[in-house]
């Protein structure tokens, strides 16, 4: 499904992904090149130069505000351009990705990762989504992480370290899954624990056996 949004005229967006807070992280945007050149270049003015300060997402029936992201510190933004064949149904339109340059790497100095799945093209179940928050949370971890300890490590911090953005109130809009990968703070120290407790060993039960 295709959304209008309320801030320029001529651009639908097929997905956009907040943080829990509202903020803007990633918006697919189709339209022509000069529009969204406009949107992108508008997102990066001041309130006085006359920038947006939010994209306002509207229901394609009732042109009613569904969502809202605010744009907050515009540096953070890039983008990606790429041009649909003239054949298409529409004419001649530019698909363009605006997202936050965090998405794309894993910060292990901030213990920060997210997962983005399309779920028009990827399996978005709970096992597939555990599958790829472990990988990333392996990625963020300061120490080692064995593979079997997946589900015991992810039942003990699980609700805390990764957020299923659509749990919450600022949900996803369109075709994305999003999950923001957060270390605690007192993540190793959890681990240790575990270790001590012998909950987590060093060979899988099934492969000692």
Not at 135 to 162: C, F, K, M, N
Request: hydrophobic share 40%; glycine share 6%; proline share 4%.
């Amino acid at each position: 499904m295709l959304y209008p949004i309320l801030e320029l005229q001529d651009i639908f967006v097929d997905a956009c992904v907040r943080t829990s807070t509202g903020e803007l992280m990633f918006l697919s945007a189709f339209g022509r090149d000069g529009s969204l050149q406009q949107l992108y270049a508008s997102l990066h003015l001041g309130a006085q130069e006359g920038g947006i300060q939010q994209v306002t997402i509207l229901d394609p029936t009732t042109r009613q505000p569904i969502a809202s992201a605010s744009v907050g510190d515009s540096r953070r933004l890039d983008k990606f351009s790429g041009r649909l064949p003239k054949e298409n149904l529409f004419g001649n339109l530019v698909h363009t990705w605006i997202f936050d340059a965090s998405l794309t790497t894993s910060a292990k100095s901030t213990g920060i990762a997210w997962l983005l799945i399309d779920r028009h093209l990827q399996a978005d179940d709970a096992s597939s989504i555990a599958t790829r928050a472990w990988s990333l949370i392996a990625q963020l971890s300061p120490v080692p992480l064995l593979p079997h300890w997946r589900d015991r490590v992810l039942s003990t911090l699980g609700s805390e370290t990764v957020t299923d953005l659509a749990q919450t109130a600022c949900a996803p809009v369109g075709r994305l899954h999003a999950s923001q990968i957060a270390l605690p703070e007192a993540f190793s120290e959890t681990l240790s624990e575990l270790v001590r407790n012998g909950d987590l060993l060093l060979e899988d039960d099934v492969s000692a056996d």
